[in-house]
């Protein structure tokens, strides 16, 4: 089984400290399948593109370590993330691929005027046979809602993060 994290770390991750909780979810879902032959791999979305933190692993340590090191800033790329793990997808995986998207769905990077439909396009094209689920963790009083808008473009399982617990249950694809 193979579990990749799509992080957001975006400058609207760094208000009210987002980052730093979805840092800590990562690291808290690792341990709680510490026992398990999962192999994790992390892509962040920084500075208006993708970077590779950690390609699939059995060896999550360095993976957490990776991600406690990521710094925020910059716009979201969503497609580039979104192609960044397709690419590693064609490296003979064969076993099940589950796709965390932790972000608060602002999608202002990509390489024409409607970057959002840019990246469900090609989420479509691509990876649309992955499980996978949109953890928006939005924070604040106003809330635009876009990361549900991502997940029920891509036909995705929601969950929303408010106030550092997850409130709502999964939505099945």
């Not at 995986?93 to 999608?107: A, C, H, N, P």
Request: glycine share 6%.
């Amino acid at each position: 089984m193979y579990v990749f994290f799509l992080i957001d770390s975006s400058g609207s991750m760094v208000k009210d400290k987002q980052i730093a909780y979805i840092k800590g979810l990562v690291t808290q879902t690792i341990a709680r399948y510490k026992t398990r032959r999962i192999k994790y791999a992390a892509v962040a979305l920084t500075d208006g593109d993708a970077i590779l933190l950690s390609a699939p692993t059995l060896h999550a340590d360095g993976l957490i370590n990776a991600v406690a090191q990521l710094r925020s800033g910059g716009k979201t790329n969503m497609k580039a993330g979104f192609s960044m793990i397709s690419q590693l997808l064609k490296t003979n995986i064969q076993e099940q691929v589950s796709l965390y998207i932790f972000t608060d769905g602002r999608i202002n990077a990509g390489t024409n005027a409607d970057p959002f439909s840019e990246a469900v396009i090609f989420y479509k094209q691509h990876l649309k046979n992955i499980k996978t689920t949109v953890i928006n963790n939005e924070y604040g009083f106003v809330k635009l809602g876009l990361a549900e808008k991502l997940a029920n473009a891509i036909n995705a399982s929601y969950q929303l993060i408010q106030q550092n617990t997850v409130i709502s249950a999964d939505r099945p694809r």
